[in-house]
């Protein structure tokens, strides 16, 4: 597989939350990926990006979304990062059904747990969070012709 | 109510207030919401869904949902909703468990 890699910075609207699905479902499927595999990378994805914008943003348009995409032969890691509020205490936030609000929730880390290999969230308060996910190819995909 | 499209938080807003428009305004307590032509949903949609399902609950009403094709159902599973919200088949199944309850 070859390596690549894709930086995508846009601003903090919910517009781009369906860009940002549409960029790791082509990268996806450029993979070789199964269907099913793509669908969950586009829920992990959806997820880190309205955290970024509704919680480390609070809704507030005008700030920057940076997606980071890095291809190697077997993996493809995944970085959202905003220089937004920070969260006070990750481990809490990672928690099953918590959330800041009734209306959600509080299952955005809990589908990027399941749907990805690995997930690490970095969080600094007033300077930014950045979710990093892996996905390990468990086998390079034969090429198909 | 029929839904077509992704449910994330660029549609979720609208999605609450068509439906919170339905039971405060015309005061609808039976929603069915036939999501057959639902491409994506994530967790700002399931929010929605279960915000609706929360607000008829007081209200003697009730949410219903049909036609969920299988990937949407996956990440509905995850979540944990069906435990808590009806699912049906189709339209049909959804209104005949209404009848003589």
Do not use: W
């Not at chain 1, 690549?4 to 070789?32: H, P």
């Not at chain 1, 220089?83 to 955005?108: H, K, W, Y």
């Not at chain 2, 428009?21 to 069915?32: A, L």
């Amino acid at each position: 597989m070859k390596s690549n890699q894709i930086n995508l910075t846009f601003s903090s609207i919910a517009e781009n939350v369906g860009i940002a699905r549409l960029l790791i479902a082509s990268v996806g499927a450029q993979l070789d990926l199964p269907l099913n595999d793509i669908e969950e990378l586009k829920v992990a994805v959806s997820e880190a990006v309205s955290n970024a914008i509704i919680h480390g943003y609070r809704n507030i348009p005008n700030n920057l979304v940076y997606f980071d995409l890095e291809v190697t032969r077997d993996t493809l890691k995944i970085a959202v990062r905003d220089r937004g509020c920070g969260i006070s205490n990750v481990e809490q936030a990672m928690q099953p059904a918590f959330s800041t609000d009734p209306e959600r929730m509080g299952l955005g880390f809990v589908f990027m747990q399941s749907f990805m290999d690995d997930l690490q969230v970095e969080s600094v308060l007033e300077e930014g969070t950045t979710v990093t996910m892996m996905k390990y190819f468990k086998q390079t995909p034969s090429p198909t012709h | 109510m029929r839904l077509d499209g992704e449910l994330d938080m660029s549609t979720a807003n609208m999605l609450r207030q068509t439906i919170d428009g339905e039971i405060d305004k015309r005061g609808i307590r039976t929603v069915i919401l036939n999501l057959q032509n639902v491409q994506f949903v994530d967790s700002s949609g399931l929010g929605v869904i279960l915000g609706r399902y929360k607000k008829l609950l007081p209200l003697g009403g009730k949410l219903k949902i049909t036609n969920v094709p299988p990937h949407i159902y996956k990440i509905m599973e995850l979540s944990g909703l069906p435990k808590i919200i009806n699912f049906y088949l189709d339209e049909a199944h959804a209104y005949e468990e209404g009848r003589g309850a």
